[in-house]
T-cell receptor, first 113, second 115 residues
Framework: EAQVTQNPRYLITVTGKKLTVTCSQNMNHEYMSWYRQDPGLGLRQIYYSMNVEVTDKGDVPEGYKVSRKEKRNFPLILESPSPNQTSLYFC????????????FGDGTRLSIL | GNSVTQMEGPVTLSEEAFLTINCTYTATGYPSLFWYVQYPGEGLQLLLKATKADDKGSNKGFEATYRKETTSFHLEKGSVQVSDSAVYFCALSDASGGGADGLTFGKGTHLIIQP
């Protein structure tokens, strides 16, 4: 079954404690991206990757890092989380940037206290 | 830059009512247009899409027509059900514009259908 898998689904943590949200896809997709969803703001892209070792900033990259060492994995790293990063996060993948729609994971709800 | 504007709601309707959710867009190139649906506790799923002007996307009784002259992609359904209660996102993809984005989303419309 084609899917995008995120872990964890829920996390409550404290300010400044580094965390990583993993994302893995089994469709051999080249393009992967991270979005955050906030009430009244919709989904905003954080980072994206067009292929292995190729990553770039989206609309709201501050406070986040990503890496793309393998095609299937695209982890989101919060080196020093802050309360304004409390949000619902979605990972997505597609065959390439021009091939929509993107397949979305089920989301990770982060609460930073 | 690209942008999508949609009515935010919540939109509350009775079962079997007619639904319209408005969506307009601004794009530098020739975008493809999408409607995604998000059921409670789940990720986004593609509902329908249209890739060029005058195309009509349809799925599960929902329809939307790509209107280039009015830069719109309104979502419609003739008779809604309680199971249609969800958040609906209008989105565009503008690969021809040379920008870096994958999808540009509207803010989402929360639809509530009452029995």
């Amino acid at each position: 079954e084609a899917q995008v898998t995120q872990n964890p689904r829920y996390l409550i943590t404290v300010t400044g404690k580094k965390l990583t949200v993993t994302c893995s896809q089994n469709m051999n997709h080249e393009y992967m991206s991270w979005y955050r969803q906030d009430p009244g703001l919709g989904l905003r892209q954080i980072y994206y990757s067009m292929n292995v070792e190729v990553t770039d900033k989206g609309d709201v990259p501050e406070g986040y890092k990503v890496s793309r060492k393998e095609k299937r994995n695209f982890p989101l790293i919060l080196e020093s989380p802050s309360p304004n990063q409390t949000s619902l996060y979605f990972c997505a993948s597609s065959l390439s940037r021009v091939h929509q729609p993107q397949h979305f994971g089920d989301g990770t709800r982060l609460s930073i206290l | 830059g690209n942008s999508v504007t949609q009515m935010e709601g919540p939109v509350t309707l009775s079962e079997e009512a007619f639904l319209t959710i408005n969506c307009t867009y601004t794009a530098t190139g020739y975008p493809s247009l999408f409607w995604y649906v998000q059921y409670p506790g789940e990720g986004l799923q593609l509902l329908l899409k249209a890739t060029k002007a005058d195309d009509k996307g349809s799925n599960k009784g929902f329809e939307a027509t790509y209107r280039k002259e009015t830069t719109s992609f309104h979502l419609e359904k003739g008779s809604v059900q309680v199971s249609d209660s969800a958040v609906y996102f209008c989105a565009l993809s503008d690969a021809s514009g040379g920008g870096a984005d994958g999808l540009t989303f509207g803010k989402g419309t929360h639809l509530i259908i009452q029995p």
